[in-house]
């Protein structure tokens, strides 16, 4: 009998992925993080070894100023994040075979986080580059919240 290789371990790696992806929240799209705070965050990542690194990801945060309204705005994930990410799937496609292609992210302020992956053709790399599943966001949010 010889030694069964290390199984990863993917609650430290999803782990990894939340605290990094979470350090890039005041990195938006558009303007300046000042003194907001988030309050939930979303993220749709597609991936595409096969033919060449590609990805595409969509990233929004619900966040507000001291006293203010609430407000849904894009951020970039810095390269550390992809990497955290790329790990996770290589380590999961080593325990079950399979590699996943898409990846979906939800994290709430309290820390609770919610990992959904797809194993099917990513659509914005496959061609629908108007797929955008994190449209509506804060709406969705707010109808949640008031259950």
């Known amino acids: 009998l010889g030694k069964a290789d290390p199984v990863p371990d993917l609650i430290a790696l999803q782990a990894a992925v939340v605290k990094s992806i979470a350090a890039d929240v005041p990195n938006l799209q558009d303007g300046e993080w000042e003194d907001r705070e988030w309050v939930y965050l979303a993220v749709d ?63 709430e302020r309290s820390g609770k986080y919610d990992f959904t992956f797809s194993y099917d053709a990513p659509p914005r790399l496959s061609g629908d580059l108007l797929h955008s599943p994190l449209t509506g966001l804060l709406q969705r949010y707010r109808k949640a919240q008031s259950k």
């Open 45 to 107: 990542h597609e991936v595409l070894v096969a033919a060449g690194r590609q990805s595409s990801t969509q990233a929004q945060v619900i966040a507000n100023k001291p006293g203010g309204e609430l407000e849904e705005l894009g951020f970039r994930l810095s390269m550390e994040s992809k990497a955290h990410l790329l790990a996770l799937r290589d380590a999961m496609a080593d325990v079950d075979g399979k590699t996943w292609t898409v990846v979906d992210l939800t994290v």
